[in-house]
């Protein structure tokens, strides 16, 4: 685990968020905090709200009431400025599927001014991907890995990732967090991460949170929720027992 950073501001901070669609409430009172430099997990089933959460966070949709601010700012007002410093990677791929990766990134280089060719070029390198190869015939993870050179090619100083391993394989998973852990150590990117991947996220995350029903069922250090549960359960569970047990009404953490 990674040594916390501290800085006045947290990157993330969310106050009693509340999110209906017409008369259907899809998240209820949440609150959040994500410190700047750290790693947060946000767990829970399809359907929890954690896409609708992500959505809100990026500005794309306003909620219904509390309040969000990332790097200190309001998403839904000022959701341009933010974007040149917010990199995110969506569940599924949103990228022209006929174009060559090479015009992508040139494309993607005129919306930031914080492009860093020298980066993007070398991740594509490391990942073995060539320019001229077009995205529609790339594999599932080399997608993801696509989508995440792209996202970190301003260096970021928040990346939102919105379950980006689903669907990958063993190694994919673990080559792509190996790739976010990388760009942590080198920039201290703070990290916001929707997963269903909870072996691979708990060698990742510093905090977790679990929605359920649009309900916050647990926002703790991961640490703190491991030291909780193996003083129940009377030794250190995994993550997935912790998330399951929580889920089927074990007690709150």
């Given at each position: ?11 993330i ?10 008369r ?168 916001l ?10 060698r ?32 250190e ?17």
């Open positions: 685990m990674r040594e916390e950073q501290h800085e006045a501001k947290p990157a901070r969310v106050q009693g968020l509340e999110m209906s669609f017409g259907k409430k899809v998240l209820r009172e949440i609150s959040l905090e994500v410190e700047a430099g750290s790693v947060y997990a946000l767990l829970g089933r399809n359907g929890a709200g954690k896409s609708t959460l992500v959505r809100v966070l990026l500005g794309q949709i306003r909620a219904s009431g509390g309040d969000v601010e990332l790097l200190g700012r309001d998403p839904w007002k000022e959701r341009r400025g933010l974007m040149e410093e917010i990199g995110y990677v969506p569940e599924a791929p949103d990228v022209p599927p006929e174009l060559p990766l090479a015009d992508v990134l040139g494309f993607c280089s005129r919306l930031h001014r914080r492009w860093n060719e020298e980066l993007a070029l070398s991740r594509l390198e490391h990942f073995g991907l060539g320019g001229k190869i077009r995205f529609s015939t790339l594999s599932r993870g080399q997608k993801a890995q696509f989508q995440l050179i792209v996202a970190l090619a301003f260096e970021p100083r928040l990346l939102i990732l919105d379950d980006p391993t689903l669907g990958l394989d063993a190694l994919a998973r673990r080559e792509l967090y190996e790739e976010v852990v990388r760009d942590l150590a080198d920039h201290g990117t703070t990290v991460l929707t997963t269903h991947d909870l072996d691979g996220v708990e990742l995350a510093d905090r977790v949170g679990i929605l359920d029903g649009g309900v916050m069922l647990c926002d703790s250090k991961l640490e703190d929720l491991k030291m909780e549960w193996t003083s129940r359960l009377g030794g569970p995994a993550l997935e027992e912790i998330f399951i047990k929580l889920l089927s009404g074990g007690g709150a953490a």
